[in-house]
């Protein structure tokens, strides 16, 4: 491992942490503050991006009245001499004269005159006329009766994904106005890593390289292989090169290691570097705290960000779902992530002064949270069994029928929580 660092003058004293749900809600408003351009996309280009408008539809749904059978649509009492048919996606003409009848498909438009719709399972032919009751209750769709023309459907900051779509085609949208997904990046630090084979000879298998990337694009992220780095050698020089390469095609770079003030962790250097200002360093839970998140600002006002997420992998992620959840979020145009509840069914312990996430496996159908195994800061078995993290606050432990939040390991896009 080099021993290159940055002058020992050179570095200061870290400030006291944020509270976890101040750094939440602060990364959220930098997000938000910098939220991606809202572009006009086609439907087809849509699936995983945000709305930047509401979505309305252009007319009534349905735009007229549609059968929602096949059958018969009589005027007048009946018997019912068949003048005509009427198939989905046609204009029927007005039916004039009592005791007639046009044969008609599902979906297809009434015509004007009609007083009923007889399905054609109880209804009867013979002698060139139909016969039968029909229901009490009308057996078409009236116009509106979904939503009228220019009602709002869905607000601003809705995630797209294949319902959504659906939803605008039938309201007659061909586009949206969409916020794109961001672009992340990956830098993986450290000279003790390996990428391939088993943990040998001091040396430990990076297993954030992998996973990182996976977690981000279930926020919504679009990562592409090559955007996936490293190890970077642990030298300053190689940290600052690495970085601002990555930076020059991403929204958020997130680093892996180095968020301490050791003799080899030079991300807190290389921030300075290159002009970043923190928003979050250093946060009051455990484990994970000596995460953070930096902010650079172009000359064109272009902001990118960059999430230093700790080196021991669990850690990792629950910088993950404490900074980078929510400041996606605000780039995304979405609103903060609104954190569901369980009851803990076993007691769980508090970390003193700092929030303690612990790993949980969720029973959905009965609303417990069970704490799982092997949650060492470095381990990754337990989260591997795991839901998500139960939210302990600081000063306090989680005694068995507490009720307390939530936060849920991401889905895969357009995957909704059963």
């Known amino acids: 491992?080099?021993?290159?660092?940055?002058?020992?003058?050179?570095?200061?004293?870290?400030?006291?942490?944020?509270?976890?749900?101040?750094?939440?809600?602060?990364?959220?408003?930098?997000?938000?503050?910098?939220?991606?351009?809202?572009?006009?996309?086609?439907?087809?280009?849509?699936?995983?991006?945000?709305?930047?408008?509401?979505?309305?539809?252009?007319?009534?749904?349905?735009?007229?009245?549609?059968?929602?059978?096949?059958?018969?649509?009589?005027?007048?009492?009946?018997?019912?001499?068949?003048?005509?048919?009427?198939?989905?996606?046609?204009?029927?003409?007005?039916?004039?004269?009592?005791?007639?009848?046009?044969?008609?498909?599902?979906?297809?438009?009434?015509?004007?005159?009609?007083?009923?719709?007889?399905?054609?399972?109880?209804?009867?032919?013979?002698?060139?006329?139909?016969?039968?009751?029909?229901?009490k209750t009308p057996e078409w769709r009236q116009p509106g009766e979904e939503a009228y023309a220019d009602e709002e459907l869905l607000p601003v900051g809705t995630p797209v994904d294949p319902a959504v779509i659906g939803l605008?085609?039938?309201?007659?949208?061909?586009?949206?106005?969409?916020?794109?997904a961001p672009r992340a990046a990956l830098l993986v630090f450290g000279d003790e890593l390996l990428t391939a084979g088993p943990p040998a000879a001091g040396r430990v298998r990076d297993a954030l390289g992998p996973a990182v990337p996976a977690w981000l694009r279930r926020y919504g992220c679009q990562v592409r292989p090559s955007d996936v780095v490293g190890p970077v050698a642990d030298t300053l020089p190689a940290h600052v090169a690495a970085l601002r390469s990555a930076l020059a095609g991403a929204d958020l770079v997130c680093t892996t290691g180095g968020t301490m003030n050791g003799p080899v962790d030079h991300l807190h250097p290389t921030l300075e570097a290159l002009g970043a200002d923190y928003v979050v360093n250093t946060v009051a839970v455990r484990p994970g705290f000596p995460m953070?998140?930096?902010?650079?600002?172009?000359?064109?006002?272009?902001?990118?960000?960059?999430?230093?997420?700790?080196?021991?992998?669990?850690?990792?992620?629950?910088?993950l779902v404490s900074l980078?959840?929510?400041?996606?979020?605000?780039?995304?145009?979405?609103?903060?992530?609104?954190?569901?509840?369980?009851?803990?069914?076993?007691?769980?312990?508090?970390?003193?002064?700092?929030?303690?996430?612990?790993?949980?496996?969720?029973?959905?159908?009965?609303?417990?949270?069970?704490?799982?195994?092997?949650?060492?800061?470095?381990?990754?078995?337990?989260?591997?069994?795991?839901?998500?993290?139960a939210v302990i606050r600081p000063g306090t432990r989680g005694e068995p029928g507490d009720r307390v939040p939530i936060v849920p390991l991401p889905l895969l896009p357009g995957e909704r929580a059963s």
Request: hydrophobic share 45%; proline share 9%.
């Open 324 to 389: 980078v959840a929510p400041l996606l979020a605000g780039l995304q145009g979405r609103s903060m992530p609104v954190l569901p509840q369980a009851t803990l069914a076993e007691a769980v312990p508090g970390r003193g002064d700092h929030t303690h996430l612990a790993l949980v496996r969720l029973d959905r159908a009965a609303g417990t949270a069970y704490p799982v195994r092997h949650v060492g800061s470095a381990m990754l078995r337990g989260l591997a069994g795991a839901d998500g993290f």
């Open 168 to 180: 605008a085609a039938s309201c007659g949208h061909d586009t949206l106005l969409v916020r794109r």
């Open 292 to 319: 953070l998140l930096a902010r650079l600002a172009d000359p064109d006002g272009r902001i990118r960000f960059v999430a230093g997420l700790p080196g021991n992998p669990q850690s990792a992620i629950v910088a």
């Open 1 to 135: 491992m080099s021993t290159e660092t940055a002058p020992t003058a050179d570095r200061v004293a870290a400030p006291p942490p944020a509270g976890w749900e101040e750094a939440r809600s602060r990364v959220y408003a930098v997000g938000l503050a910098a939220a991606l351009p809202a572009v006009a996309r086609s439907l087809a280009d849509i699936d995983g991006f945000t709305l930047a408008e509401p979505l309305t539809t252009r007319t009534d749904l349905p735009a007229f009245p549609t059968s929602s059978v096949d059958g018969w649509a009589v005027r007048g009492t009946g018997p019912w001499r068949v003048v005509g048919r009427v198939l989905a996606g046609s204009t029927p003409a007005p039916l004039t004269e009592d005791d007639t009848t046009v044969e008609i498909a599902t979906g297809a438009m009434v015509p004007e005159g009609a007083t009923a719709v007889l399905r054609v399972e109880e209804s009867t032919v013979a002698d060139g006329l139909v016969r039968g009751t029909p229901r």
